[in-house]
């Protein structure tokens, strides 16, 4: 696949994919990078907040990943109240955080199915009191059946199917909710 494949790179600039991802910590010798990034019209604290409820449903694909049941469409107060060790999206754990900055998660279970995963998503402020949500995700699949299942080509367009999906339902509900917005939560 090439290095520019819309596939490994969705949405993110050169320099964004050169720059420190904690998740970087977390696997080393991955078999796959994949990078993700979004503009959002809304402040990194307030998408911050929304990453946080990824404690809960992985806001993509509501019939495929969360058994059908819908995505909270209003914060949950609480789910901001990190602590390591924490489960995300059910499969996920979380390792590392910076509050209003960063959430990092590691695959701590199912990895017979899909491997070892790390990833991280980065709120970081842009321009006029938005941001630009940056994801990277790095994984190993050659022992998750899944992976073996599927190779090496086919997960990072999964990947970005569900995680493209994922971005942009976590960037209309920040939009929806950043000050000065006309748009009311559903």
């Not at 290095?3 to 991802?21: D, M, Q, Y």
């Not at 990034?37 to 409820?53: H, K, M, S, T």
């Not at 998503?121 to 990277?136: E, I, S």
């Amino acid at each position: 696949m090439r290095a520019s494949s819309a596939a490994l790179i969705w949405g993110s600039t050169p320099a964004e994919r050169e720059l420190p991802f904690p998740c970087d910590r977390h696997l080393a010798d991955p078999d796959g990078a994949y990078w993700r990034a979004i503009d959002i019209e809304a402040p990194a604290p307030l998408v911050f907040r929304w990453l946080c409820q990824l404690r809960v449903t992985p806001y993509s694909y509501d019939l495929l990943d969360n058994l059908g049941r819908p995505s909270p469409q209003t914060l949950t107060e609480g789910l901001d109240q990190l602590e390591l060790g924490q489960r995300f999206m059910t499969m996920f754990e979380l390792v590392e955080f910076e509050h209003d900055r960063q959430i990092t998660l590691l695959a701590s279970r199912f990895q017979w199915i899909f491997g070892e995963v790390a990833v991280s998503y980065m709120a970081l402020p842009a321009g006029a009191g938005g941001c630009r949500l940056l994801v990277k995700l790095l994984g190993r699949y050659h022992y998750g059946r899944i992976g073996r299942l599927l190779g090496g080509w086919t997960m990072p367009w999964l990947d970005l199917f569900m995680m493209r999906r994922q971005l942009l339902n976590l960037k209309g509900l920040a939009e929806r909710d950043a000050p000065g917005s006309s748009r009311k939560p559903r």
